[in-house]
């Protein structure tokens, strides 16, 4: 198929940028949802990246799912003529602040005790006085009329 070279461009700049790319398997439709192009230019463009091993498909749920390899960064830091220090955005390691690490099994103090919240609606102080029926109540059990008995009349 036919892509406009700017249009190419545009797709391998979006998932050099993030790594990644979705794409709804729509055809038909006018626009893809996060670049100016048309879906199904891009959808033929990465099934043209998929096919030389630049990018790796997943398709699930309607949707095909994009990842770049690490030939595909070479790739496209040669065809887009990006300098070797800029990397997709994940493979970027996130600065994360230095936390204690939980102990394993261990969940986390809550405020003011563990179930404080409901508490109150499991405890009543009722006055000794018990819920459900009184002591001389018999319930009676006749017989069903499910399918395995015939209906009594």
């Not at 398709?59 to 990842?67: A, E, N, V």
């Not at 690490?101 to 005790?113: C, K, N, Y």
């Not at 409901?118 to 069903?144: C, Q, V």
Request: with cysteine.
């Amino acid at each position: 198929m036919f892509i406009p070279t700017a249009n190419r461009k545009l797709i391998c700049k979006a998932i050099f940028k993030d790594g990644v790319l979705v794409a709804k398997k729509d055809y038909n439709a006018p626009r893809h949802a996060e670049i100016p192009v048309r879906n199904l230019e891009v959808i033929k463009a990465m099934q043209s990246l998929t096919s030389r091993g630049f990018v790796k498909t997943q398709f699930s749920w309607q949707y095909y799912y994009y990842t770049l390899t690490d030939e595909g960064i070479e790739y496209l830091r040669e065809y887009l003529n990006i300098p070797q220090e800029v990397f997709p955005a994940t493979f970027k390691k996130v600065v994360r602040p230095n936390a204690p690490a939980p102990r394993f099994g261990a969940r986390p103090e809550r405020e003011g005790g563990f179930r404080r919240e409901r508490d109150d609606y499991r405890r009543r102080d009722d006055g000794g006085k018990k819920e459900g029926a009184s002591g001389d109540f018999r319930p009676e059990f006749h017989g069903g009329f499910g399918r395995a008995r015939p209906q009594q009349q």
